[in-house]
Each structure stands twice: as structure tokens, then as C-alpha cells.
């Protein structure tokens, strides 16, 4: 399915394409759309159609216009997506990811691009290409994004997932982690973004919380993420919990929350009232 959001971020950085042509600018946007729609109907030939409709009338612009070509090739790794060819998928967003740092994207639009491909290259396997996607999508939201936007925690919680991955597939099991058997693992860590809210080591914690993976996602080898802001009181017991984003969908909440809610802080670290978050992650080979 097309993100919206990407190509609006686009649409505000490209006027000067747009004053070139605004109904073959318009064409294109259409097509895309029109793209999406179709392989929604899982009519892939008529997707790939459209696409290649958006691409004969780009090059009928006549010039260079990296911004408007980043649309397309977004198009093209959503269409991929869509198809679960991830390869495919991580090929078209690593150009559209370029080209908009070529045209000049604003923070938001190079952040997105980073995203789009730091999730399709998690998905193809290429961990480390994630995570470097992933970093700078977070670097660029910390600068684009106010505190309480959901994709700025998104991203944090994808760069800790994609850390994670590799950690488990190397075998190399830090001090915040737990090494569930050779094929599970589940792991704490602080938000990579320092803006967000502070950090708890686990030695700051009196009382170490214990967190199950769900059947449901064990028994189908479901990888996720919780990103959790919280607070303790004066006895050291989590108060204000509260779920910032999730993945996929609410699948690991309720372990994350009752896990973590059982837990107790160190006092003579902890801070009352002070927020901290935390990000559990879930890997399975």
C-alpha cells in the first residue's frame, strides 16, 4: 500500500518540479495511486502498468527532478511489498531513500525514506542495513517530530528490533538481555532517542520483571517490539504505564505490561515521577 505521508512530505520539498508541469506532476501522483489500488485487488500486472505509466510521463519532463523519481520508486518498493519480494522491495527503497537526499528532502521526507527502507530491509533478512536505516530515520525524526509523535517512538522501536536480530543471529547476548534458548530472544533496552525519556538500567532494578513471549507469537514465530513509558513510585513499583507504539499490532502488549508492572526499582536509583522508557524486543529465529 502507497504511504501517504511520503509522498506529501515530497509534494511540500518539490515545488519547483511541480512548477514545471503541475498536471504531468498530477499524472503521476495519479498513477501511483491508481498503482496501489490495484495491487490492494492483488492485480499485478495493472500495477505494474500504472508504475510504468508514472515513469514514461517523469521522463517526459524532460529534466532531472529526483524528488518526483523518489515518488515512483517508493511506489515500486510498496508494490514489491505488497508482493513480499523483499529484495525487490529493498532495491527500490534504497533509490528513493538516495534521491531524496539528492533533492534536498526536508528532515521528515530523508527520515521517512530511511524508514520505508529500514522496514523492508528487516523483513529481507538484511539486519545491519536496517539498522543503519533505522538510526538515521531516528536521527531525522528527533529533528522533524515533536516528543509525543508515534513514529518517532516507532522508529526507536524498530532500531532496538533490528539490534536485536543481530545480536541473536551473531550470539553475542548483552548484560539487558535474555538468551530464552538458541532460537529466542528477548531484550531491554533504553530508546535510542536521548530527547524522548531517560533510562532504568536493569541493575537499577530491585525486583527483575519476568516477560513471556505469547504462544500465539512463539508458536508463530512472530518478531515485535513494546516501546513503555513509565514511572515509579516511592516503594519502587512502576506507576503510569503507559504503551508509546507496538509491533505488530497489540500482540506483545498485555506480556510487556503485566512482565514490567511486576517489576520494582532500586530506589537508590530510580527517581520518583521521573519518566523513563524502556523497549522490549522479541526475536525468533
Do not use: C, K
Request: charged share 25%; aromatic share 10%.
Amino acid at each position: 500500500m502507497v504511504r501517504f505521508w511520503l509522498i506529501a512530505a515530497f509534494v511540500v520539498v518539490a515545488p519547483v518540479a511541480e512548477a514545471q508541469s503541475p498536471e504531468q506532476v498530477a499524472s503521476i501522483d495519479a498513477a501511483i495511486v491508481e498503482a496501489d489500488r490495484q495491487a490492494d485487488r492483488r492485480r499485478w500486472n495493472n500495477a505494474e502498468e500504472a508504475l510504468r505509466g508514472a515513469r514514461a510521463t517523469y521522463q517526459a519532463l524532460g529534466g532531472e527532478y529526483p524528488l518526483i523519481e523518489a515518488r515512483i520508486e517508493t511506489a515500486w518498493s510498496d508494490y514489491y511489498r505488497d508482493r513480499e519480494r523483499w529484495a525487490d522491495a529493498v532495491a527500490h527503497a534504497v533509490l528513493a531513500f538516495e534521491l531524496t537526499q539528492e533533492g534536498g528532502g526536508d528532515a521528515e521526507a530523508i527520515g521517512n525514506a530511511a524508514y520505508d527502507l529500514g522496514y523492508v530491509a528487516y523483513r529481507s533478512g538484511a539486519n545491519r542495513q536496517a539498522e543503519r536505516a533505522f538510526q538515521i530515520a531516528v536521527e531525522q525524526y528527533r529533528t522533524a517530530l515533536p516528543a509525543d509523535s508515534s513514529r518517532r517512538w516507532r522508529a526507536n522501536g524498530w532500531l532496538e528490533l533490528a539490534r536485536s536480530a543481530i545480536i541473536l543471529y551473531r550470539g553475542d547476548v548483552n548484560e539487558d538481555s535474555q538468551q530464552l534458548n538458541n532460537y529466542r530472544f528477548l531484550n531491554m533496552t533504553a530508546v535510542a532517542d536521548p530527547d524522548l525519556a531517560g533510562w532504568l538500567p536493569l541493575d537499577g532494578w530491585a525486583e527483575r520483571m519476568s516477560i513471556g513471549i505469547p504462544f500465539t507469537a512463539h508458536a508463530n514465530e512472530i518478531d515485535g517490539f513494546v516501546v513503555l513509558r513509565l514511572q515509579f513510585r516511592d516503594d519502587g513499583r512502576p506507576t503510569n504505564l503507559e504503551i508509546l507504539s507496538s509491533y505488530p499490532g497489540d500482540v506483545f502488549d498485555d506480556s510487556v505490561l503485566t512482565g514490567v508492572g511486576n517489576g520494582r526499582a532500586d530506589m537508590s536509583v530510580a527517581v520518583p515521577g521521573t519518566t523513563y522508557a524502556v523497549i522490549v524486543t522479541f526475536v525468533q529465529e
